[in-house]
T-cell receptor
Framework: GAVVSQHPSRVICKSGTSVKIECRSL??????MFWYRQFPKQSLMLMAT?????????EQGVEKDKFLINHASLTLSTLTVTSAHPEDSSFYIC?????????????FGEGSRLTVL | AQSVTQLGSHVSVSEGALVLLRCNYS??????LFWYVQYPNQGLQLLLK??????LVKGINGFEAEFKKSETSFHLTKPSAHMSDAAEYFC????????????FGQGTTLQVKP
């Protein structure tokens, strides 16, 4: 299957700093990527839909100024957690859909664990 | 609107026993349904999907699921559990024709005892 890679896999930062997480589709192009957040022992909650070349679409209750999403190319989307606080600590997972020639299946990255001290 | 309910947050089976993970969905339009597996500190891997073709869907690692419209269910089964099946399992739904925006169930932790 297609490969989606996230970087970094783990990051620890101080409260008040900003952290950027990258999501790359390694062997396919993706016009749309999705960002999920997962709390310990809980399910994934969709945060936003990242659209290449346009603004991201955020789910209700997600602060767009807090979680900045940029989808600058067909293989890269970034999530920046701005002015991070301990409550932002979580596991962030991205997914991407094959642009063409596929079944529309979603492929998930390995996830990025953010710990804010 | 779509939603998914996974019955049982924790299922424990013995190695070699039948695995049954339950998933019921709610959808106002014909759904696409998915089962994903997640190992600790990893992303999600697709086990299988239903996209309005055959109602009995076979996936990877010996798993299969049957779409039952009358029961609004999509339960995941495996005839014989292996120790390596221990993981978190998620059922998900999306509107048919749009497999991008997934709504996930709460997840079920599968424990396999020797």
């Amino acid at each position: 299957g297609a490969v989606v890679s996230q970087h970094p896999s783990r990051v620890i930062c101080k409260s008040g700093t900003s952290v950027k997480i990258e999501c790359r589709s390694l062997d396919f192009q993706a016009t749309t990527m999705f960002w999920y957040r997962q709390f310990p022992k809980q399910s994934l909650m969709l945060m936003a839909t990242s659209n290449e070349g346009s603004k991201a679409t955020y789910e209700q209750g997600v602060e767009k100024d807090k979680f900045l999403i940029n989808h600058a190319s067909l293989t890269l989307s970034t999530l920046t957690v701005t002015s991070a606080h301990p409550e932002d600590s979580s596991f962030y997972i991205c997914s991407a859909r094959v642009l063409a020639g596929g079944t529309g299946e979603l492929f998930f990255g390995e996830g990025s664990r953010l710990t804010v001290l | 609107a779509q939603s998914v309910t996974q019955l049982g947050s924790h299922v424990s089976v013995s190695e070699g026993a039948l695995v049954l993970l339950r998933c019921n969905y709610s959808s106002s339009v014909p759904p696409y349904l998915f089962w994903y597996v997640q190992y600790p500190n990893q992303g999600l891997q697709l086990l299988l999907k239903y996209t309005s073709a055959a109602t009995l869907v076979k996936g990877i690692n010996g798993f299969e699921a049957e779409f039952k419209k009358s029961e609004t269910s999509f339960h995941l089964t495996k005839p014989s559990a292996h120790m390596s099946d221990a993981a978190e399992y998620f059922c998900a739904v999306s509107p048919s024709g749009n497999t991008g925006k997934l709504i996930f169930g709460q997840g079920t932790t599968l424990q396999v005892k020797p």
